[in-house]
Each structure stands twice: as structure tokens, then as C-alpha cells.
């Protein structure tokens, strides 16, 4: 090789340094937080967060073990498991609009397989489950094949092809179930749970088979089989309703009929958990240390993402990590051994302290010192000044203290017990309130819209910009007027509060953000500074309610945050964050972050699934956890691992960004496609078997309109709708969102009514949420 080459390879790589260096954005290295907010499914994260908040701070119910069980029933099935396949197929480019309606049909066609022949009272075919579920497989599997094919034969949108098959399983539904049972309502499916009957020798008593055993009923003198004998059997009741002397002479046999394997089925496809049947007084040991055991890996997740590990490892580390586990340890026994305040209290500095010690000593093992804390904080004291001339710094530390303070003071002037409308605390009424309505709504168009003066004054008006800022006038004036006529003294405190609270909570992080750019340490010490505020928040927050919740779970929670994020500013003091690329750590933290989000998983659901003896004899309300739910765990468990893991998943995006330049490289674009729209047509099947055999019967109009809210959880979910883009999680979080909102809504004792309204404005903010944090994210690299 020449030196001529030789020299052009040396200067490529001092220029993609230089690159790096210099922050060009092919190149430039981005931090775990940028990465984690680029990811599909974090608007819909934070989102479901927020709404889950909301609704528990309004509500009773919510947040305890039935409310969980009702939102985890709502979103696991159909909404749930529906919203994945869809979301798979709306990453792919396509849309089936046949998706809703197939879900009923598909329910339909399994239970009119296993009903009896033609004819019989039952109407169907009387085929064994074991013979009827891959058949309606087979036709479930056919029906995606179609809409797949006709698509990519035809050239045509999928919407018009899937619309079309939605319309005739529609129909289709209506008219064999008339057909066939005379009636729209197919069923009975637990029917089947009648195993076999046969006569004893005397004719005296049958004896009745079913999933749950075995019982023997004695027929009195002059009553019928059939109203004696429970569950009924059509066989019984069609030819020995004459009562005991019918029986004489039938053989046995003639009353041998097999459940078809329903007993099997109910039981993989219903079963449900009862929770007060399951007690284990330990749950709330094995609770606690499964969420700070979760938490904690999460943080040393971050940790291992986020900082530079050091050439050796320090060895004087471990130790004290260890210490600092045992620290946390005791300080968790220390609070389930005292229930008095000051018991409390110990135990939980204890916890506190622990966490500090364990996270330092786990950075003093693995990760690279920066400079000394006093260089450290003379850096950050000669950056002051130059922080100070950044005015981005300045205006986001300003603004998230002033809406600290705002928050505060808001509080403490409105009455949380006045229920009489808020624009009587103002004074304003009659055409007052229509008159500062406009100002406001002028106001917030100038906020929104300034930039859209022009410098001819009155020329303006003969301008572009009215047509932006009229609208915006309007619904300031529209969403002003109807905040002064609904919103309740009570009501107008609870939202300035959070609004005011959640904006001083963004102006301080952005702060810390922009700061950071600047001067690490002087990022570290708006940290700690904001670490404080969500501490002082979290004392006046027990102070001003009288609710059990916010004067402990709520104050706990804040004050766990506060400490996490003063111990993350401690560690960025200490330590070297990372400038390029780690694969081997990142490969560690993630496995950390799974193994840990297991934990917080497994810990909440020990919490959810058991009760004490003391909950017990308290006579706490019962609540059932369904097995759909783990249906659909897994099944979005499969397809996440599919679309990031496997070829198919990249040819999925592949296809849906650009088919044809897809298909350009090798990817089997046509059949790609198809296997999708399958997906979802087996995703139908196995929402309409789980419908059967919970409802035992099914509607002709089940399914029937609900594709929309299945690409509404998707869409919320952070897939876009123009296809190669998108997440399986982000549409089950989407799926939980819309759970939330049907239960949340009746549980804070409001009119259900509204709740379409909800969902619409969620569907609109989450859009507008993920595009917003994608975008900033992107920018920042």
C-alpha cells in the first residue's frame, strides 16, 4: 500500500474526528437519555404516567387492586392484543380496517362449529374443540391471506380493500346467525361444560360429569330430568322431559357425551385468579424489596449507559456497595418492624442513606474519576459567569421557579373545599367573563403566534399571518370560557397546581440540560437544586391535603425522585459521563434494566395477586385477574421480540418506510405484506376465542367499529401513520391509556359520556407530545 493511501486513510480519520468533535450529527455520540427519548414509545410512556396520576389523585378506586384489575381486563383483551397486530401492520404501511369485525366473526364461526348439527336446537355443526379451533384458525389465517393478496394484486389502498371485508363480516355475521339460530345472539358455549350422564340400575338418579366433578341427583316422583339434573343436557332435555319412568329401557351409553375438550379450553382461554382466595402475609416484604431492588438495577443501568468505565477497577468500591445494600436492608426491615411516624422516618433515611452509599461505591468500582471535587467546584464557580451571559439557562431556571412558586401560592389562595365555580372566586360575571375570555385568548395567540407580525403594522391584517393567529384567538377564547363555566373552585386549584408544578418541573430540567453544555458541575448543582425543590414540594403537598394517599404515597414517591436525583448529581460530580460508544456496557445495562424492570414487575404483581390476614379480616372489596392478561403480556412479548430481533421485523420496517426501495434490496416486500395483514387476522382469532369463552355468547354486532380505536391505541402507541415507524410496547401502552381512561372517568363519579372526548384530546396531545420529543431529541444530537 502507498503512502499516498496511506496518508488519504490517516486524514479521513483525523476528519471524522474532527467531525465527531465538532458535533456533526452522522457522527456525533448521543447519551442514554437521547436514545431513550428518540424511542417510539416514550411519549406514550410518559403519557400513560401522567394519566395514571391524574386519575388516581381524583378518584377512590383507582389505583387499588380492583381498579388494576378492571384497566388490565380492558386493555389485554381485544383492545390490547388487537392494538399490537395492528401497530405491526401500520409499521408495515398498511391498515385493515376488517380488524374489528373479524374479531366477533371469528368468535362466531368457533362457537357455530362446536354447537349441534343443523337442525338441533342448538344449530352448527357439534365438532370437537380440538377440531373447530385449527379450523376457524385456518379461515381466520385465509381471511388475512386475502385482504394481503387483493392488496398487492390489485395496486389498491389497503384501507378500500380491508373496508370491503369489513362490510362483509359484517354482514356475514348478522345473516348466518339468523340463518342458522333465528336469532343475533350465538351461543351457549358453556353448554359443553356437560361432560356425560348415564342412569343407575334402578332408573332412580343420573349422575352428571362436568369439568368441576362429579354429582349425583336423585329425580323425585313426577318431575322432569330436566329441571332436576343442573347443567341442562340437550340430550335429556329432547327425550326424557316425561320424568324417572322415561328412562326405562335406554341403555347408558345413550347418555355418553364427551365436553369436546371445553373443559381444557375454558381453562386456558377464562380461567381467572381471586385474589382474596390467596393469602401471603409476607407480600409486602417481598413487595418492597422487589421495587427497590427493581429500581435500584434500573439506576445502575443508567449508570453503566451513561458513565465511562475505568481502564482498572477500583477494588475499595465493592465493599462499600456491599455496605450500602446492607444499609438499605436494614432500613427496609426498620419499616416493617414499627408503624409509629418516628419509626418511619428512620427507616426510611436509612433506605436513603443506603441507596447513596451503594450507588457511590458502585461508581468508585466500575467508572473513571473526573478531577477532584474541589476543581470540580472551582470549574463550576469560574463557569458561573459565563453561564449567566446564556440566556436559554437563565429563562428555563426562571421559569421553573417562578411556576414553583406559582404553584405554591395558587394553593394556598384558592379553597380545596369550595365546590362554587371558580370565576365567582374572580368576580367575573356576566359580559365580564366573555371579555377576559378574549383577552386571554388574545393573549395566548400573541404568545403562540407573535412571530407572525410582520413589520408593516396595519399591513399585517393583508397578510398570511391573521390566518394563523384568528384560530388561535378563537380556541383560547372557546377553551377560556369553558374553564370559567365548568371548572369548580376545587377543580381550577387541582389544574393550576399540576400545570404550574409539572412547567416548574420542565423549566428546571431544561435548565440542568442547557447548563450542562456549559459546565457539567454547574448542571450537577441545578440538580441538586431542583432535587430540593421536588423535596419541598413534597412536604407542602403533606401539609395542604387531608387525603391518606398524597400525605403518604404521593410524599413517598416525591421524595424517592427527590433522591435519585440528587444522588444522579452527585455521580456526575464524581464521575466521567461517556463521549463515544460502549457496546459491551450497553449490552450490560440493558440486561440490568430488563432484570429490573422484571423485578418492579414481579413485585407489583405480588402486591396485586395476594392479600394479608389483615386486608382479609378488614373485608377488602375482591378482585379477579383474568388469564387474557397473560395472553397478551406474551403476545406483545413475541411480536416486540419479532420486530427488533428478527429479519422479518427489519423487513417490516423496511417495507413500510419505502417499499420500493425495499423490495430493490432483496426484501420480499408482496409477502411481507400478506404474513401481516395475517398477523393481525390471528390476532382476530384469538380475540374472539377469548370473547367466547368469557361472554359464552357473542353478539353479531361484537367487534364491529372497534378497528378505530385499535389504530387510535397504536397511533398514541407512537406509530406513525405513514408507516416505518413504530412499537408493539408503545401501542400496549397506548392500549393502557385508553383502559385508563374507560375506568378512570366513571371511577371519579363522571359522566361516562364524556369519555370519547377524552380520548380524542389524548389522541391529538400524545401526536402532537411524540412528535415534539422526537423531534427536540433528534436536534440535540
Known amino acids: ?141 385465509g381471511l388475512g391471506w386475502f385482504n394481503g393478496t387483493v392488496v398487492e394484486k ?34 351457549k358455549l358453556d353448554d359443553l361444560q356437560s361432560v356425560s350422564a348415564f342412569l343407575d340400575d334402578n332408573g332412580t338418579s343420573v349422575t352428571v360429569f362436568d369439568p368441576y366433578g362429579m354429582e349425583e341427583v ?19 332435555e329432547a327425550n326424557l322431559d316425561a320424568g324417572a319412568d322415561a328412562f326405562a329401557g335406554l341403555d347408558p351409553s345413550v347418555f355418553e357425551q364427551g365436553d369436546k375438550g371445553y373443559g381444557f379450553m375454558v381453562d386456558l382461554f377464562a380461567a381467572e385468579w381471586t385474589r382474596n382466595d390467596h393469602v401471603w402475609d409476607g407480600r409486602d416484604w417481598f413487595y418492597t424489596i422487589g421495587i427497590i431492588a427493581g429500581l435500584s438495577l434500573f439506576v445502575l443501568a443508567l449508570y453503566e449507559m451513561h458513565f465511562k468505565r475505568s481502564d482498572t477497577q477500583n477494588p475499595t468500591g ?35 442513606a443506603g441507596m447513596f452509599v451503594s450507588f457511590v461505591g458502585w461508581g468508585m468500582w466500575r467508572y473513571r474519576r473526573r ?83 410582520t413589520a408593516g403594522g396595519l399591513g399585517w391584517f393583508t397578510s398570511k399571518g391573521w390566518r394563523t393567529f384568528l384560530p ?69 403537598v403533606q401539609s395542604e391535603s387531608g387525603s391518606p394517599k398524597f400525605r403518604t404515597q404521593a410524599f413517598t414517591l416525591m421524595l424517592v425522585i ?38 418492579i414487575v414481579v413485585g407489583i404483581a405480588s402486591r396485586l395477586l395476594f392479600v394479608t390476614t389483615a386486608e382479609l379480616e378488614a373485608e377488602i372489596p375482591q378482585a379477579k385477574f383474568s388469564v387474557r392478561i397473560l395472553w397478551f403480556f406474551l403476545f406483545t412479548a413475541v411480536c416486540s421480540w419479532v420486530l427488533a430481533r428478527t429479519k422479518f421485523g427489519s423487513w417490516t420496517f423496511a417495507v413500510g418506510g419505502n417499499k420500493q426501495a425495499a423490495r430493490q434490496v432483496g426484501v420480499p416486500a408482496a409477502r411481507t405484506k400478506t404474513q401481516l ?33 385499535y389504530i387510535i391505541a397504536a397511533v398514541v402507541g407512537g406509530t406513525l401513520l405513514t408507516g416505518g415507524y413504530g412499537s408493539t410496547i408503545g401501542a400496549a401502552i397506548g392500549a393502557f391509556i385508553m383502559a385508563m381512561s374507560v375506568q378512570g372517568i366513571p371511577s371519579a363519579r363522571w359522566n361516562s359520556d364524556w369519555r370519547f372526548v377524552f380520548v380524542g384530546a389524548i389522541l391529538l396531545l400524545s401526536v402532537v407530545a411524540n412528535n415534539f420529543i422526537r423531534t427536540k431529541a433528534e436536534a440535540a444530537r
Open 472 to 540: 388561535s384567538i378563537i380556541i383560547g377564547f372557546v377553551v377560556t370560557m369553558l374553564f370559567f363555566d365548568l371548572t369548580t373552585q376545587q377543580g381550577a386549584r387541582a389544574i393550576f397546581f399540576v400545570s404550574l408544578s409539572s412547567l416548574a418541573a420542565v423549566g428546571l430540567m431544561t435548565g440542568v440540560r442547557r447548563a450542562r453544555k456549559h459546565s457539567q458541575p454547574l448542571g450537577s448543582a441545578l440538580l441538586i437544586a431542583t432535587a430540593a425543590s421536588v423535596a419541598v414540594m413534597a412536604f407542602f
Open 562 to 599: 427527590a433522591a435519585l436525583m440528587a444522588i444522579w448529581a452527585a455521580a456526575s460530580l464524581l464521575f466521567e459521563a461517556r463521549s463515544a460508544p460502549d457496546h459491551g456496557a450497553d449490552r450490560f445495562g440493558v440486561m440490568m434494566a430488563l432484570v429490573g424492570s422484571a423485578a
Open 1 to 141: 500500500m502507498s503512502d499516498e493511501y496511506v496518508s488519504d486513510a490517516a486524514a479521513a480519520t483525523t476528519r471524522m474526528a474532527a467531525d465527531r468533535q465538532a458535533g456533526d450529527e452522522r457522527l456525533a455520540y448521543r447519551g442514554v437519555f437521547q436514545r431513550m427519548l428518540t424511542r417510539p414509545e416514550i411519549g406514550a410512556a410518559i403519557a400513560a404516567l401522567g394519566i395514571w396520576v391524574f386519575f388516581w389523585s381524583v378518584s377512590v378506586p383507582f389505583g387499588k387492586a380492583g381498579g388494576a384489575s378492571s384497566i388490565l381486563d380492558v386493555a389485554s383483551s381485544p383492545l390490547g392484543i388487537m392494538a399490537v397486530a395492528v401497530a405491526m401492520l401500520m409499521i408495515g404501511g398498511e391498515f385493515d380496517l376488517s380488524a374489528g369485525a373479524a374479531t366477533g366473526a371469528l368468535g362466531i364461526l368457533t362457537i357455530l362449529m362446536v354447537r349441534e348439527v343443523v337442525g338441533a336446537s342448538g344449530g352448527g355443526w357439534g365438532l370437537s374443540l380440538w377440531i373447530a379451533l385449527p379450523l376457524s384458525l385456518l379461515a381466520a389465517l
Open 318 to 352: 465493592l465493599p462499600i456497595f456491599g455496605g450500602g445494600v446492607a444499609l438499605a436492608t436494614v432500613g427496609v426491615w426498620r419499616l416493617h418492624a414499627t408503624d409509629s411516624v418516628a419509626g418511619n422516618w428512620i427507616g426510611a433515611l436509612v433506605i436513603l
Open 677 to 709: 395483514f395475517m398477523l393481525v387476522s390471528f390476532a382476530a382469532w384469538l380475540v374472539g376465542l377469548l370473547l367466547a369463552f368469557r361472554l359464552n355468547n357473542i353478539q353479531a354486532s361484537t367487534g364491529d367499529g372497534e378497528e378505530f380505536e
Open 371 to 453: 478531577a477532584s471535587t474541589e476543581q470540580s467546584m472551582d470549574a463550576m464557580a469560574s463557569e458561573v459567569g459565563d453561564a449567566e451571559s446564556k440566556t436559554g439557562v437563565i429563562i428555563a431556571v426562571g421559569l421553573g421557579i417562578a411556576a414553583f412558586v406559582g404553584a405554591i401560592v395558587v394553593s394556598l389562595w384558592l379553597d380545596a373545599g369550595d365546590s362554587n365555580k371558580f370565576a365567582e372566586k374572580l368576580g367575573i360575571s356576566g359580559v365580564g367573563l366573555p371579555a377576559v375570555s378574549l383577552v386571554i385568548g388574545i393573549g395566548v395567540a400573541t404568545l403562540t403566534r407573535g412571530k407572525d407580525f
Open 218 to 236: 336423585f329425580i323425585p316422583d313426577g318431575q322432569e330430568a330436566f329441571q332436576v339434573v343442573p347443567p341442562v343436557i340437550d340430550i335429556i
Open 154 to 187: 390489485t395496486a389498491l389502498p389497503s384501507f378500500i380493500v380491508t373496508l370491503a371485508s369489513f362490510f362483509v363480516l359484517k354482514g356475514a355475521k348478522l345473516g348466518y346467525s339468523k340463518l342458522i339460530l333465528g336469532q343475533q345472539q350465538v351461543g
